[in-house]
């Protein structure tokens, strides 16, 4: 069973930046892609990014240009460099364990515990 735990939130300016890390570990080579979840009080969690095992990566309209997904492979790490954030980014980040199909990013629900995201006007 694959285990995903989150770090790397915390209480930010609006304009700065945070790198989120999601550190893998068990059965995490079951799945061919990751993604980067997030979840706004009052709201759906929403897909923010992915990046598949070939390297392959996609992102949500509102994060583009501001948010990078990354991974380091021997480290099993996944991280999100989120810069320009805006008060409408805050949110809990959950990682996500998944696969890439042809219509897109299917999550199969394994979930860290997630980190939570402030940005302050």
């Known amino acids: 069973q694959a285990q995903l735990v989150e770090s790397g939130g915390g209480l930010v300016q609006a304009g700065g930046s945070l790198r989120l890390s999601c550190a893998a570990s068990g059965s995490i080579d079951l799945f061919n892609a990751m993604a980067w979840y997030r979840q706004a009080p009052g709201k759906h969690r929403e897909l923010v990014a992915y990046i598949a095992s070939s390297g392959t990566t996609n992102d949500a309209d509102s994060v583009r240009g501001r948010f990078t997904i990354s991974r380091d492979i021997a480290k099993n790490t996944l991280f999100l460099q989120m810069n320009s954030l805006k008060p409408e980014d805050t949110a809990v980040y959950y990682c996500?364990?998944?696969?890439?199909?042809?219509?897109?990013?299917?999550?199969?629900?394994?979930w860290g515990q997630g980190t939570l995201v402030t940005v302050s006007s």
């Open positions: 996500n364990a998944g696969t890439l199909l042809v219509l897109g990013y299917r999550n199969l629900e394994v």
